[in-house]
T-cell receptor, first 118, second 112 residues
């Protein structure tokens, strides 16, 4: 069974300081992992994804995440926060079962609300 | 290329009524999934459709149903609405063999 735990429900940083959003996962398969961002009253936008290639994944807007199998973690980082990064972030695991399959069910963490102070 | 389109964006319904939400996937995407987002439960999987067939179903009562048409557009229906059905309903599309889901803006349903 798949599950995701986001270790912080709220993170506050000052503009220009690093961001770390933590995520641990549990998966019966070799997982595909994602980070999505949701701005108020908007849908979900994909930041980055890990699908068994390089363990350090670079995404949009300067975000990156590192897949650590031994720690079952997929933490999201950004060197320098910007005011526009304030949003809710979701760590997601998927049960893709092979090439030619549908994406299947996505398992979402409970989200981390990122606040960026000027 | 147009994104995932959900209509309507906002709905207000009365308890006991039924509602139908619509989702048009990205052109070429044949898989459509639905999720319910509430402050209390977070994002929960409702169902996944591919080629007009339901492939997966989440743990929701039978009042929640869906279907997919031959053009890949999907609808979900909720009958006998309850106050607890108030939520943001998100639709996502993906292509067969794809490795990411693309989400629409959602339909905000309020049950009064």
């Amino acid at each position: 069974a798949q599950s995701v735990t986001q270790l912080d429900s709220h993170v506050s940083v000052s503009e220009g300081t690093p961001v770390l959003l933590r995520c641990n996962y549990s998966s019966s398969y070799s997982p595909s992992l994602f980070w999505y961002v949701q701005h108020p009253n908007k849908g979900l936008q994909l930041l980055l994804k890990y699908t068994s290639a390089a363990t350090l994944v670079k995404g949009i807007n300067g975000f990156e995440a590192e897949f650590k199998k031994s720690e079952t973690s997929f933490h999201l980082t950004k060197p320098s926060a910007h005011m526009s990064d304030a949003a809710e972030y979701f760590c997601v695991v998927s049960e893709i079962q092979g090439r030619g399959s549908t994406l299947g069910r996505l398992y979402f963490g409970r989200g981390t609300q990122l606040t960026v102070w000027p | 290329k147009a994104g995932v389109t959900q209509t309507p964006r906002y709905l207000i319904k009365t308890r006991g009524q039924q509602v139908t939400l619509s989702c048009s996937p990205i052109s070429g995407h044949r898989s459509v999934s639905w999720y319910q987002q509430t402050p209390g439960q977070g994002l929960q999987f409702l169902f996944e459709y591919f080629s007009e067939t339901q492939r997966n179903k989440g743990n929701f009562p039978g009042r929640f149903s869906g279907r997919q048409f031959s053009n890949s557009r999907s609808e979900m229906n909720v009958s006998t609405l309850e106050l607890g059905d108030s939520a943001l309903y998100l639709c996502a599309s993906s292509r067969l063999g794809g490795t990411e889901a693309f989400f629409g803006q959602g339909t905000r349903l309020t049950v009064v």
